[in-house]
């Protein structure tokens, strides 16, 4: 079978990328797979998550180009959307549609999808799963959409992801041949709101860790990217300093790059926690930092998953999460296997990570509950899944 996943990239820092290399690679075992990335800025490292050399990558960035005029007019439409959702009702759905996904550039990904001869066509993340949709009747090929974070992150977010396109979700869905979604909390939301059967597949490892950590390092751990809002490091840096004048003996460490990292160093001088928190850049061996810390801590605003979760529990890493959909289901017997805490409630957070930070033997029992659960989130288990929809198709 010859299939393509349609991204943005495969080379950025970010769980989305590192999840798709993973899928394809596995597929690429039994499979044609092409990942065709539509941005041109990032250096094609595929030690950057053990990219399989099977995968051939096609990185197009002319795909998405559209004459000065077209260009004008659908910033025009999607500026005015943001702003006021006007456009955001079946009455005016054309011109939304439009604004977002112009003629030119419709076209543009049916001629090259077609010239490729694939047999089914993967849509990463809801822009590109709704492409898929909205131009299927014109490819040759069956089409899948791939949602990446949650119902609440992609509808519910001011001016993020497809925030006031819900119409479009509604009208569009139901043509692609499959959509998956992360949780079934987001399953349910889309079949109720959208009136579209999908399927649920979590994210697999990245990787598996013979080694375990011993909790007994103090270091307390978060991982992710350095965005403003979604992943919450002002709240976790927030919490630690609540605790750090208890505990000055422990350090909060933080595992990523972006364009919120001055303003995180900002925050920690602020605070006057420069000795005890500190922020390490993006690296590809993230087993070692796991391994060298006894709490994984993750404060995210909202998460659709969090593959840096089962990344901390494949490693025995303890597990405190915000009550995001993703981190619900993967913490399925909470005080047991992580503990999640109510969303955004720094308090609670201090609270949790001062416990664990007291308690040794609690955090070897959850070190323990946590490795056993890490075994559902195995590639051989999840690849099962993508292989039985791709045989239905």
Same mark, same amino acid.
């Given at each position: 079978?010859?299939?393509?996943?349609?991204?943005?990239?495969?080379?950025?820092?970010?769980?989305?990328?590192?999840?798709?290399?993973?899928?394809?690679?596995?597929?690429?075992?039994?499979h044609?797979?092409d990942?065709?990335?539509?941005?041109?800025?990032?250096?094609?490292?595929?030690e950057?998550?053990?990219?399989?050399?099977?995968?051939?990558?096609?990185?197009?960035?002319?795909?998405?180009?559209?004459?000065?005029?077209?260009?004008?007019?659908?910033?025009?439409?999607?500026?005015?959307n943001?702003?006021?959702?006007?456009?955001? $009702?079946? @009455?005016?759905?054309?011109?939304?549609?439009? #604004? %977002? /996904?112009?003629?030119?550039?419709?076209? +543009?990904?049916?001629? =090259?999808?077609?010239?490729k001869?694939?047999?089914?066509?993967?849509?990463?993340?809801?822009y590109?799963?709704?492409?898929?949709?909205?131009?299927?009747?014109?490819? $040759?090929c @069956?089409?899948?959409?791939?949602?990446?974070? #949650? %119902? /609440?992150?992609?509808?519910?977010?001011? +001016?993020?992801?497809? =925030?006031?396109?819900?119409v479009?979700?509604?009208?569009?869905?139901k043509?692609?041949?499959?959509?998956?979604?992360?949780?079934?909390?987001?399953?349910?939301?889309?079949?109720?709101?959208?009136?579209?059967?999908?399927?649920?597949? %979590?994210?697999?490892?990245?990787?598996?860790?013979?080694?375990?950590?011993?909790?007994?390092?103090?270091?307390?751990?978060s991982?992710?990217?350095?965005?403003k809002?979604?992943?919450?490091?002002?709240?976790?840096?927030?919490?630690?300093?609540?605790?750090?004048?208890?505990?000055?003996?422990?350090?909060?460490?933080?595992?990523?790059?972006?364009?919120?990292?001055?303003?995180?160093?900002?925050l920690?001088?602020?605070?006057?926690?420069?000795?005890?928190?500190r922020?390490?850049?993006?690296?590809?061996?993230?087993?070692?930092?796991y391994?060298?810390?006894?709490?994984?801590?993750?404060?995210?605003?909202?998460?659709?998953?969090?593959?840096?979760?089962?990344?901390?529990?494949?490693?025995?890493?303890p597990?405190?999460?915000?009550?995001?959909?993703?981190?619900?289901?993967?913490?399925?017997?909470?005080?047991?296997?992580?503990?999640?805490?109510?969303?955004?409630?720094?308090n609670?957070?201090?609270?949790?990570?001062?416990?664990?930070?007291?308690?040794?033997?609690?955090?070897?029992?959850?070190?323990?509950?946590?490795?056993?659960?890490?075994?559902d989130f195995?590639?051989?288990?999840?690849?099962?899944q993508?292989?039985?929809?791709?045989?239905?198709?």
């Amino acid at each position: 079978m010859k299939i393509c996943f349609l991204t943005n990239s495969i080379f950025s820092y970010g769980g989305v990328e590192r999840v798709v290399s993973v899928i394809a690679s596995s597929l690429a075992k039994h499979h044609e797979v092409d990942v065709l990335c539509t941005l041109d800025k990032y250096v094609a490292k595929r030690e950057l998550y053990n990219l399989s050399s099977n995968v051939n990558v096609n990185i197009n960035s002319d795909i998405k180009k559209i004459g000065a005029i077209s260009k004008i007019i659908s910033g025009v439409g999607k500026k005015i959307n943001k702003k006021t959702g006007v456009l955001n $009702n079946k @009455k005016l759905m054309k011109i939304l549609q439009k #604004s %977002y /996904y112009p003629t030119k550039l419709k076209n +543009n990904f049916i001629e =090259y999808l077609n010239n490729k001869k694939y047999d089914v066509v993967i849509g990463v993340e809801g822009y590109y799963s709704l492409l898929l949709a909205i131009i299927c009747n014109k490819l $040759n090929c @069956k089409v899948i959409g791939w949602q990446h974070n #949650s %119902y /609440y992150a992609y509808f519910n977010t001011t +001016n993020k992801y497809n =925030y006031k396109q819900d119409v479009l979700f509604e009208s569009y869905l139901k043509n692609l041949d499959r959509y998956i979604v992360l949780t079934d909390e987001d399953k349910n939301n889309v079949e109720k709101y959208f009136f579209t059967e999908c399927e649920r597949i %979590y994210n697999p490892l990245s990787f598996t860790s013979e080694l375990k950590s011993k909790c007994t390092e103090k270091n307390v751990i978060s991982v992710g990217r350095l965005v403003k809002d979604q992943k919450g490091f002002d709240l976790l840096i927030n919490a630690f300093s609540i605790i750090a004048s208890k505990c000055r003996d422990w350090t909060l460490i933080i595992v990523g790059d972006g364009e919120e990292k001055n303003n995180l160093n900002e925050l920690i001088s602020k605070l006057k926690l420069s000795g005890q928190v500190r922020i390490e850049p993006f690296t590809n061996e993230i087993e070692k930092h796991y391994l060298n810390s006894s709490i994984f801590v993750s404060s995210s605003r909202w998460e659709g998953f969090g593959l840096v979760i089962t990344e901390a529990m494949e490693c025995g890493v303890p597990v405190i999460a915000f009550e995001n959909s993703g981190p619900k289901e993967i913490i399925n017997k909470n005080n047991e296997n992580g503990i999640l805490i109510p969303r955004n409630d720094i308090n609670a957070l201090s609270s949790a990570i001062l416990d664990l930070i007291r308690d040794e033997e609690k955090r070897k029992r959850f070190s323990l509950e946590s490795v056993e659960r890490a075994k559902d989130f195995k590639i051989e288990n999840i690849i099962k899944q993508w292989e039985k929809i791709l045989e239905s198709l």
